[in-house]
């Protein structure tokens, strides 16, 4: 019997992915829950086991390509008669369900269609979706490509409620009523009269005539983050404070507890968590900094999720730590530990990546001392670590070697003022100079 | 018989035996609990079926005297006395139809093998159920899963008795053995609106005493205004704000004390009906801490059906949603859905018709014109009249109309209101399109049948737009 191994769905917004890796080939044994390919979203990376034992007899996805969510990846014999078994209706289906990269992105050899091919795109792919007539004449009113919200009718129907949960959601992150189809069109008009560069990747063919180049194209994550990098800069007028801050006695704590830390918890205790805590009780002092905002009101958050961004080696996440102000030292190290470990091992689930209300950003593994941390939208703050250095500083009138660090703030002048950027930055040092709280 | 279900349904109405057959048919092994000796609840006992029943005779007893006008001429028909009404043959009819339907439930539990266990159910802890048969002996059933559809009955008022002789409630009146010279009616909302259609066609001298400023108050005001014209015309006379201090019965005579009046009017009998309350109480919900709220309903969320305790389920007219037959069957089997793991798109309920069936009757979906017009929406009116509809002349049901109110920017339906003869047919086309999230538009370009009265529906969508033809 065949079995249809379909691309999973990772989260309620997400629609596609991006199937990175197949770990088995066509003809290759494998068996349940053993891994079949691996998979990246926009909110996660993972690796997606087969869901029987069997021969795999048809890959229906390249590596590299876009997959919507249920359709059919690949078919898996569990009778063990390798290829005999290939149902034709599968084969069929698999053409529409795995686009090509070329027909997603314009090439750009057909410029003069892009412009009148992207008019069309907005009404035609709301017409591909399940949709109801007053969904489509709402959509059709503000822009908006339903392809990109989920339905929640039967067989995945967007009805009104979805779509107005959409529009809020699009309104709450500050980008408006997002409409994908219509500003694709409007970048590829603007790049076809050869001015200007769009967010995510508009073509710049123009601009590097007589430069040799190797075109790869973007992952899944590395377009979520571009995206979401170019949005946050356009929502939020970023102001960067910086302070210097005295960790000695953070260090010194540090070393001394740190093998029993590890031989009582099992884990080694790193920096970040002091940060953490920190951060915390400066939150907790300035409560506009784990604010959104919402058209002219601001919504003041109840609960601190704080969001850490895990560098990898393909990109970068950021894990959050729901309910940061009801865990103890030890729990936020723990927490903030097992997040880091399932990121790099591509485990994080959606939900571990969901909720932020505000983000620490640590770029100072490199040496680098200050930086300007671009908002997580739809945060209104991110702190930002710089590199532990010793340097002389003055102490009591004298000069001391002491271990330091700048610590910043990029916040968004719309609703934090400087005053208060100073204040949160003046409750993290105070907190980590005169550190009290027992770390084991 | 078993002791342990994966399917505990108490009251067998509407929502109770729905979610019966639907559990069982889903694959679930289900007992139905029912207390009386019927099935089928008040709907089908002494609810839709029966008041249907006699409507229908009022509405021939009505047509029986102007057979003549359409040319057909029955002998000794036009002289006095030559048409009357049979009553005991009404509730004959009445009562054999509710025992066919009665049968037809009963087949139906027995062809889905759902046991039919008959005693009072209650909760007794976590997934059990506790029966009390008529003869005092008692049972316990385990249950992994428990829908409570326990329904509704007649409401009273404390400073009124209902004595079920002279002052009567509408299980009462059901079983009347005359047609009353006169009836009082308390409460003109949809029983006491059905009941004055019907007892003033049969000839009974109707008067409605309603307190809010409308009849049918939870219509749309224009259809209250349509149906109280109509009623006037088959002997009913209506009251509104106005309050009744007093009903009592006196010398086989029953006394009408209207606040603000001298002397209390007299009829010869009454029908209390203010409206139909939960039955919630006794029924063990406090063995596993479920709360009912100060009317009595059971809170629930509606997009499970799940009450505050694990594995129970309240659907129907225990619950704070419209008390429809309909409304309650569409929530019994969306429960049994949840309890099998099935994904459902929560119910909306303004896409729930409601209906009366009065004559004319009326039927409507989502919000009343008052409504909108209070919280200041942007909306237009598409109104068509049934006497511009050649098929109403011949069918000779012109009165009413219906009604369209749109949004004036996307032209979503927000509400519909039908008064006409056959109006709760006419509304499932509102059902389907409402629920589909139709616009006026594709309404509007829909192909109606000509010569019908579903015809309207379409003028009316026309006149929506602003363009109606036929008038």
């Known amino acids: 019997m065949a079995t249809n191994v379909l691309m999973p769905q990772m989260g309620e917004s997400i629609n596609e992915g991006t199937l990175t ?60 008669a390798a290829t005999s078994a290939t149902p034709a209706p599968v084969a069929q289906a698999a053409p529409a369900a795995v686009p090509t990269p070329a027909a997603a992105a314009p090439a750009p050899a057909a410029k003069e269609s892009v412009a009148a091919a992207a008019e069309s795109i907005a009404e035609d792919s709301n017409r591909a979706v399940k949709s109801s007539p007053l969904v489509r004449k709402m959509a059709a009113e503000h822009n908006i490509d339903l392809s990109k919200v989920s339905g929640s009718g039967e067989h995945g129907r967007i009805n009104k409620q979805d779509l107005v949960s959409y529009m809020e959601a699009a309104k709450g992150t500050g980008s408006g009523l997002v409409a994908s189809a219509a500003q694709a069109a409007f970048s590829a008009v603007k790049t076809a009269s050869g001015s200007a560069v769009d967010s995510t ?112 080696d393909w990109g970068l996440i950021v894990p959050v730590i729901k309910n940061s102000t009801e865990r103890s030292f030890v729990g936020l190290a723990r927490e903030l530990e097992s997040l880091a470990g399932k990121a790099r091992n591509k485990k994080l689930a959606p939900d571990d990546v969901k909720g932020g209300t505000f983000s620490i950003s640590n ?43 700048h610590v910043v703030l990029s916040f968004d002048h719309r609703v934090i003022d400087g005053s208060d950027s100073g204040k949160f930055l003046s409750t993290v040092k105070n907190t980590l100079e005169n550190w009290s709280l027992p770390v084991v | 018989m078993s002791t342990s279900y994966d399917l505990v349904v108490i009251g067998s109405g509407p929502a109770g035996y729905v979610a019966a057959i ?68 009404v509730n004959k009819r009445k009562d054999e139809i509710v025992k066919h339907v009665n049968g037809g439930v009963a087949f139906l ?32 059933i385990q249950a992994k899963n428990i829908i409570l559809a326990t329904g509704s009955k007649v409401r009273e008022l404390p400073h009124i008795k209902i004595d079920g002789k002279d002052i009567l409630s509408s299980d009462h009146i059901l079983y009347i053995d005359k047609v009353p010279e006169s009836l009082a009616i308390l409460g003109g909302g949809v029983v006491g609106s059905e009941f004055a259609s019907c007892f003033g066609r049969f000839g009974s001298k109707v008067a409605i005493f309603e307190m809010s400023e409308q009849l049918v108050p939870t219509e749309d005001f224009e259809t209250a205004a ?60 406090e063995t596993v801490g479920i709360k009912a709220d100060a009317r009595g309903f059971i809170p629930v969320d509606l997009k499970t059906y799940k009450t505050s305790a694990a594995n129970v389920y309240a659907v129907g007219d225990i619950i704070p949603t419209p008390q429809l037959a309909h409304t309650a069957s569409a929530e019994a089997m969306f429960a049994v859905d949840v309890i099998c793991g099935k994904k459902r798109t929560p119910i909306n309920y303004l896409t729930n018709p409601g209906a009366i069936y009065t004559y004319p009757e009326v039927a409507s979906i989502g919000h009343r014109e008052q409504d909108l017009k209070k919280e200041g929406r942007e909306y237009s009116v598409g109104k068509f009249p049934f006497s511009a509809i050649a098929k109403a002349r011949i069918e000779d049901a012109s009165d009413g109309f219906v009604k369209i109110l749109t ?65």
């Open chain 1, 21 to 80: 890796k197949w770990h088995k080939k066509v003809g290759d044994k494998i068996q349940r829950e053993e891994i079949l390919f691996e998979i990246s979203t926009d909110k996660v990376d993972t690796e997606i086991p087969s869901p029987v034992s069997g021969t795999l007899v048809q890959l229906l996805a390249a590596e590299g390509s876009v997959v919507a969510v249920n359709s059919v990846v690949a078919i898996v014999d569990e009778s063990g």
């Open chain 2, 109 to 140: 539990m027995k062809k889905n093998k759902v046991d039919v266990i008959r005693g009072m159910g209650r909760l007794a802890g976590a997934n059990t159920v506790e029966v009390t048969a008529a003869d005092g002996s008692k049972s316990k």
């Open chain 2, 226 to 285: 349509e149906l109280a014209k109509a009623l006037k015309k088959q002997n009913v006379e209506i009251f509104t704000s106005v309050k009744v201090k007093s009903i009592t019965a006196k010398g086989g005579k029953v006394e009408v004390q209207v606040e603000g009046e001298t002397a209390p009017r007299v009829f010869e009998k009454a029908l209390i009906s203010v409206g139909r309350a939960p039955v919630t109480e006794d029924i063990g919900l």
């Open chain 1, 201 to 312: 990747g508009g073509q710049i063919s123009g601009l590097l005539d007589g430069v040799r180049v190797e075109r790869v194209p973007m992952t899944q994550m590395r377009k979520k983050i571009a995206e979401h990098m170019v949005m946050s800069k356009r929502t939020s007028p970023h102001v960067t404070s910086v302070i210097e801050v005295d960790l000695q006695k953070v260090v010194d704590l540090r070393a001394k507890f740190k093998d029993k830390f590890e031989s009582l918890h099992g884990f080694k205790l790193s920096f970040m968590p002091f940060f953490m805590h920190a951060a915390l009780e400066a939150i907790k002092a300035v409560p506009i900094v784990n604010a959104s905002v919402d058209g002219d009101t601001i919504i003041y958050k109840k609960d601190v999720n704080l969001g850490i961004a895990v560098a990898l």
């Open chain 2, 22 to 89: 639907h559990g069982a048919q889903s694959g679930l092994k289900t007992a139905l609990i029912e207390k009386k000796d019927w099935l089928g609840g008040t709907c089908l006992n002494v609810g839709c079926i029966p008041t249907k029943a006699m409507l229908h005779s009022a509405s021939m007893f009505d047509k029986a005297s102007k057979l003549a006008s359409y040319g057909v001429k029955i002998a000794g028909a036009d002289k006095p006395g030559g048409i009357t009404l049979d009553f005991p043959q």
């Open chain 2, 407 to 471: 949004d004036k920017k996307y032209g979503e339906i927000l509400g519909v209101h039908i008064v006409h003869a056959k109006a709760t047919e006419l509304i499932a086309e509102f059902s389907l399109g409402n629920n589909l999230e139709m616009t006026i538009d594709e309404l509007a370009h829909t192909i109606h049948p000509h010569p019908t009265i579903s015809e309207t529906i379409l003028e009316a969508a026309h006149a929506a737009k602003g363009h109606a033809i036929h008038i």
């Open chain 1, 363 to 405: 770029f100072g593994g490199f040496g680098t001392i200050i930086g300007q941390p671009i908002i997580n939208q739809p945060q209104v703050a991110i702190m930002g670590i710089g590199a532990m250095v010793k340097k002389p500083v003055v102490v009591n009138d004298a000069i001391a070697i002491r271990t330091t660090c």
